[in-house]
């Protein structure tokens, strides 16, 4: 079966092939448009090879990567538990670290890649994402020194998502567990979603600022290097990440024809917010027969907003008057 697939897809046009382990693919196939990586690479060298399997024609090809810190805790959990020598796992730090650093840069990918290589070549290809796209960036420092403080405060024993919640002031049973809603980090970094937090502690790691500590069950620890920025001494500039919004989403809900579609929209955003803040499904916060009976009866006051089906007591208290303020404000 391994070699029909192999040989269609070196036959055949229009043919995605899906491998674990890039090994033998597309060697001999000179016209791959696209090739995709659904993790990181461990080094660059194989993230070069990898992506030089595409546009051997000398035709334009697309590379693609997606990525998150759980790869990075991944590949390094790996590397810290091979057989290999003190050496060995160094040099191979280093070649993570560079791997990581390519990710994160906000310059040309392609002369930094080169010069890995020791190769020279303009500082500006033309033809990557950040030469195309050039990447936004932010004065990053305040929030950096927010997540190196949360890190000590709760003893570099807790990994990224609890840090986190610490930060954005969550309401969960681990939080009031180790009593980290008595810290002076607790709720401090509101300003920033979920997901921008991802991003900075991210950005951190690749940098050298933190580390995953394995020995105590993933913990994310402080490295030397990040003494200058906890004082305020340094300061360090991060990519921005495109924030997508979900106001041209199309629903799968069907609708009765009297409902506002933008309201609906926007109640959806709401709740998708509050669930995302509380790291629960969307419907633990309301079903979307509720949404629709919020967009269609629009209840007035908290009295009428009770009446609806699936608001008992506690949601009434925890979430009436954000909805309310969707329902009335300017969606």
Known sequence: MRATHQSRFLR?????IVATIAFGMGIDKP?????????????????????GRAGRDGLPAEAWMVYGIQDVIKLRQMLDNSDGSEAHKRV?????????????????RRHAMLMYFDE???????????CQTPVDTWDGTDAARKALSVV?????????????DVLRGSENQKIFQFDHHTLPTYGIGTELDAN?????????????????????????????????????EEQIELRKDTKKTAAAKQTKTPLPDDI????WEALRECRRRLAEDQGVPPYVVFHDSTLQ?????MPKDLDEFSQLSGVGERKLEKYGLIFLEVIHGEY
């Open 12 to 16: 055949d046009d229009g043919i995605v």
């Open 92 to 108: 191979e730090q280093h070649r993570l670290n560079a791997m990581l650093g390519l990710c994160e840069i906000t310059s040309c």
């Open 260 to 263: 506002d579609i933008g309201l």
């Open 31 to 51: 016209d791959v448009r696209f090739v995709a990586h659904l993790d990181l690479p461990k080094t660059i060298e194989s993230y070069y090879q990898e992506t």
């Open 196 to 232: 921008q937090w991802r991003s900075v502690f991210r950005q951190l790691m690749a940098r050298g600022y933190i580390s995953v500590d394995l020995d105590r069950n993933g913990g994310i620890r402080l490295e030397e290097k990040c003494r200058p920025l906890l004082r305020g």
């Open 293 to 297: 009976a919020m967009a269609g009866l």
């Open 152 to 164: 000590h405060r709760t003893r570099q024993r807790f990994g990224v998502n609890h840090l986190i």
């Open 120 to 130: 020279d070549s303009p500082e500006r290809c033309g033809n990557c994402d950040t």
